[in-house]
């Protein structure tokens, strides 16, 4: 029998255990509830609970190696061998999400969590269930049905796990990410693992056809045994969340603004109100408590006025239906207006400038006017975390529009500020100064500004483009020309608003 006739058999025999996978209820409500609560105290039991199955994994197919080779069957023993090692201290990972999830939950929910009791507690049925599968086998006369549990199992991050993480990331925003470290791991580890697995059970089937029957019997209990792990963080969940209390909340909506172009931009009631939003924001910050007067108007209103806004794309961050944070993105091949930096260089020495990083104004994009509320650290410490995912955004707009416009070697340049640390923070995020451009003196912003770029995404640091990928998913890129297959995948081509959910924003980012 060849590998894919022996793994057709053996999937013809299972649809039916994956079937009842699919429609069970615990993996139904996670579809279906819509309330943060419920989502964030799931993922702290499903981290508690799952820690402590995931703990004996590696004993367990080391366990199942040392029967196997007993049987006869060499080869698959010395298999499950090497991928026992693959397996050693993945039930860390569990416990660290767990803590960081425990301390998200802590700081602004009630009951509190105390990671530590949840690791202490029995295991619910479901793990129970899951691990006496294992025993079963693997002390009975099929541990060779190892390979088959392992299979279904990790096909599981396979088939729900983008679909997971893409769920929290609607809920809570890249802030989430970090205590998602074991699926978004496993959603890469087990492409690997499965192909292993499928290759060794084809064999173990070619080589010993009768032990199809086993592994169907064990790869379904593991199916059935692990839903029912599923349906318990759900009912903990339910109860945990139905005992307290939402003490805060802080969520945030993102939009993502198409430019309206020339036709509107003598026409200012014809400019659309977030617009207006985005100018009296900007001119908020920037006056700093009149450190820049000339952003307050002769009617004590804010504003930063700035052609360049009409050809920009602008992505808008707002807390409970307020601005609370944005940043643009300029292609400068759109219009024939300077950008901040061509201001403060000269046109001349603009040119010169992007002829050293080897672009021109056809690849080239300013990203600006990066501004957050300043009022968001008294109300909860926002500010730095929306802010880093308005800067990762506008990366990630970036990457679309040069490859909408196929160009592989666009270019995102940046006039950062250094009084209010933002070149600072784009050195750590991995954009560089330009070379042969020293600081500039700026006496309109009071300010002293450093020119920063990027040409490529590989010179970011890893986790901020993890963080770009993400919020290419929340301000809705990834979707925007889903239907319509004349479109380049990535930006829409006219204005569009995309609004989507995220939480609290991410602290501190981290090497």
């Known amino acids: 029998m060849s590998e894919t006739s022996s793994l057709e058999s053996y999937n013809r025999l299972l649809a039916r255990a994956r079937e009842r996978f699919e429609q069970s209820p615990g993996l139904n409500a996670i579809r279906a509830n819509t309330d943060p609560r419920f989502l964030e105290s799931f ?50 990972m569990m416990i660290a999400d767990l803590r960081s999830l425990a301390n998200h ?46 299979y279904e199992i990790e096909q599981l991050p396979l088939r729900y796990g983008s679909f997971f993480v893409a769920r929290c990331l609607e809920v809570f925003g890249p802030s989430i990410l970090p205590s998602l470290s074991f699926v978004t791991s496993h959603i890469e580890l087990d492409v690997g693992h499965t192909r292993f697995n499928e290759r060794e059970l084809a064999r173990l089937i070619d080589e010993f056809p009768e032990s199809l029957a086993a592994l169907v019997s064990a790869g379904s209990a593991a199916l059935d045994a692990y839903a029912q ?18 003490t805060t909340s802080h969520f945030v909506t993102w939009q993502l603004q198409a430019p309206h172009g020339l036709a509107n931009v003598d026409n200012e009631a014809a400019w659309p109100g977030w617009l207006q939003e ?45 601005l609370v944070g944005c940043i643009r993105v300029f292609p400068l091949s759109d219009s024939d207006l300077p950008c901040l930096t061509e201001e403060l260089l000269g046109h001349e020495d603009f040119e010169a400038m992007l002829a050293r990083i080897g672009r021109t104004r056809r690849n080239a994009f300013e990203i600006g006017r990066w501004v957050t509320d300043h009022r968001l650290g008294a109300a909860g410490s926002l ?129």
Not at 284 to 310: I, L, M, S, W
Request: aromatic share 8%.
């Open 43 to 92: 993922l702290v039991y499903f981290c508690a609970i799952g820690a402590k199955m995931t703990e004996p994994v590696e004993d367990w197919i080391r366990r199942a190696a040392s029967r196997t080779a007993d049987m006869g069957h060499s080869e698959l023993a010395a298999a499950l061998t090497r991928h026992a090692q693959a397996e050693s201290g993945h039930h860390l």
């Open 105 to 150: 939950w802590n700081a602004r929910h009630t009951p509190v969590i105390d990671a530590d009791d949840l690791l202490d507690r029995a295991p619910g049925p479901g793990a129970i269930r899951y691990c006496e599968v294992h025993e079963r086998n693997i002390t009975g006369n099929t541990p060779f049905a190892q390979i088959a549990i392992e």
């Open 229 to 246: 792990f599923l349906s318990d963080c759900v009912n903990l969940a339910q109860q945990h969340c139905a005992s307290g209390e939402d």
């Open 278 to 322: 985005v100018r009296r924001l900007r001119g908020a910050v920037f006056f700093d408590e009149g450190r820049r007067p000339q952003f307050k108007t002769g009617e004590n209103e804010y504003d930063d006025p700035d052609p360049a806004d009409h050809f920009s794309w602008h992505i808008l961050a707002y807390s409970k239906n307020f």
């Open 383 to 511: 500010a730095p975390g929306v802010g880093l995912e308005l800067a990762a955004a506008a990366g990630a707009v970036v990457r679309a529009l040069a490859g909408q416009a196929d160009l592989p070697i666009g270019a995102a340049i940046f006039a950062a500020g250094s009084r209010d640390r933002q070149y600072l923070a784009l050195s750590r995020l991995g954009l560089e100064a330009v070379p042969e451009i020293g600081p500039l003196r700026s006496d309109y912003y009071n300010d002293t500004i450093r020119v920063m770029y990027c040409t490529s995404i590989h010179t970011l640091r890893p986790r901020f483009q993890r963080l770009m990928d993400a919020m290419c998913h929340v301000i809705g890129l990834d979707r925007l020309n889903a239907g319509d297959p004349s479109a380049t995948p990535g930006l829409p081509t006219g204005p569009r608003t995309e609004t989507h959910r995220s939480g609290e924003a991410m602290r501190t980012l981290e090497s």
